[in-house]
């Protein structure tokens, strides 16, 4: 669970929140404290953040205390059952502080709205509202803070003609669930819109797009976020600009699939030229993108990195397998020949690329020979970073009606067999960094000894990949969290690596 520590409000929020409150349980003059959990990815994250600023402009008062709060807010997850029931649990959580606590309100969000939006009602009646996905600005009436306009700014009515075949093809169909009624979401936030981030000061994450067009058959995403649809072009430049001059020194651009920005705007090139762009302000120094789709990696984007030193030199490319025949069973496609083919063209493209996937472990019907194929892949494509779930079944996806599903016990065997396999990869990896020196963003004290300072470089995106340990300075430096500075690398986990600041 993550609770957000959010950055306290400025002058100008401040006088809003005294002015505008009307919600308060008690009293029209006090804001109303709102306090958040946040679930899931850096895509619900940015959705937080969303509803935040919409109630911060409205006057409530954020609290990063849940027993301070008034109104709790729980963005939910609903990716895998795993996520589901964490999800549950801290709402089960959250509306126990109804009883034996402060709080007066509590609204549920996010993803697991989209998929049980009565059952969550229905089951658990303490719940006072549920606001989806698709529908952010109903936090206002949802946390009794305010009213959101019914011409909603935010509607984004462009898609892909992908993305209108996958509906005739009833991709994004919710008709087998029960507990979903809304339509499909057609939100995407805005540059205008308010935001409170729950990141560190200077990182920022920045979605670029919404939504999903893709059909893989393990995935329920685009029936809980929609159709694949891109912010403007201009609106993302000007929420950078705006942040850097902030203060913010990386952004990480994200969306279901980044890869497909501006498709359906009809830009061609989009992810690229928006790098371009994003790498001219001065006041960044990190631009880094996240959940590349393999095949819409083109020779375009992999020159754009490498011309740039503000892009990071880091392909984030979610393979998900590697042979051929549980990928076309996943509806993907390609297949381990491809994939090394692809990553060596990545690789010679851009020195010292880091490159990072995320595989599934167990598909119905995942062979032992299929799971070897894709453990010598794994062997052969060497990634720096490696993340391997077990499969999870889905109701509402294609693999739910698969046959030969494999035994949940086999299934997190595989999947601890793949990550030893990377383990001795990562470790021989971060070991051959010894004695390099790099640029290191400073993260501030280590959250595992005091005696230690954190950081990342650009080898590391944030919250996903291991950390730099600091623990040595020169003398008489005093370091400050959110600066870069030169480290040294002198020791190598399996994951993490201690340096000491040149
Ligand atoms: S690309 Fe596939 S796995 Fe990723 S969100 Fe879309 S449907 Fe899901």
């Avoid at 990815?41 to 940015?46: Q, T």
């Avoid at 658990?124 to 009436?141: F, N, R, Y």
């Avoid at 490696?386 to 509402?396: K, T």
Wanted: aromatic share 6%.
């Amino acid at each position: 669970m993550l609770e957000l520590q959010y950055r306290m409000p400025n002058e100008a929020n401040a006088l809003t929140a005294k002015t505008g409150a009307d919600a308060s349980p008690s009293a029209a003059s006090v804001p109303a404290k709102v306090g958040f959990v946040s679930l899931g990815c850096p895509k619900n994250l940015v959705d937080s953040e969303v509803m935040m600023g919409l109630l911060q402009q409205a006057g409530a008062e954020l609290t990063a205390r849940a027993e301070d709060a008034d109104v709790i807010v729980v963005n939910t997850c609903s990716f895998i059952e795993s996520a589901q029931q964490e999800s549950v649990s801290t709402i089960l959580e959250m509306v126990r502080r109804k009883t034996d606590g402060r709080a007066r309100k509590v609204v549920v969000a996010g993803c697991l709205v989209e998929r049980f939006r009565d059952e969550i009602r229905k089951n658990i009646p303490e719940v006072d509202s549920v606001v989806g996905t698709g529908e952010l600005e109903k936090i206002l009436e949802a946390t009794g803070i305010g009213t959101s306009t019914d011409k909603s700014p935010f509607r984004i009515l462009s898609s892909r003609p992908e993305g209108d075949a996958r509906v005739a093809q009833g991709r994004f169909s919710r008709e087998n669930w029960d507990g979903a009624t809304a339509g499909l979401p057609n939100y995407l936030y805005d540059e205008t819109t308010p935001r409170v981030l729950a990141t560190p000061r200077h990182v920022a994450y920045l979605k670029i797009a919404e939504g999903c067009d893709h059909p893989c058959t393990f995935c329920i995403i685009p029936q809980l976020r929609g159709k694949f649809r891109s912010r403007r072009f201009e609106s993302v430049i000007a929420e950078a600009q705006r942040l850097a001059q902030e203060g913010v020194r990386e952004i990480t651009l994200i969306g279901q699939d980044t890869t497909c920005y501006g498709e359906d705007l009809g830009l061609h090139d989009g992810l690229p030229l928006l790098l371009e762009r994003l790498a001219a302000i001065e006041e960044l120094r990190w631009v880094r993108f996240l959940y590349a789709y393999p095949n819409k990696i083109t020779g375009r984007l992999l020159e754009t990195i490498a011309a740039h030193d503000k892009i990071c030199s880091y392909v984030d490319v979610p393979l998900q397998h590697a042979s051929p025949a549980v990928l076309k069973r996943m509806k993907r496609g390609g297949g381990a020949d491809i994939f090394l083919r692809s990553l060596e063209k990545m690789r010679r493209t851009i020195p010292d690329l880091i490159l990072r996937t995320t595989f599934i472990v167990g598909f119905p019907g995942e062979t032992e020979k299929e799971f070897e194929e894709l453990c010598e892949f794994a062997t052969q494509a060497e990634f720096d970073w490696m993340g391997a779930f077990g499969y999870s079944d889905q109701e509402g996806a294609g693999a739910f009606g698969l046959e030969r599903k494999l035994p949940a016990r086999e299934i997190e065997k595989r999947r601890k067999h793949l990550m030893g396999i990377q383990q001795k990869i990562s470790r021989r990896k971060k070991k051959a960094l010894i004695g390099r020196e790099f640029d290191l963003l400073l993260e501030g004290a280590s959250e595992e000894t005091d005696l230690l300072l954190e950081g990342r470089t650009s080898m590391h995106a944030p919250e996903i990949d291991g950390k730099v340990f600091v623990n040595e300075v020169p003398e008489g430096l005093e370091p400050v969290a959110g600066e870069f500075y030169r480290c040294q690398i002198l020791e190598s986990h399996d994951y993490d690596l201690v340096a000491r600041i040149v």
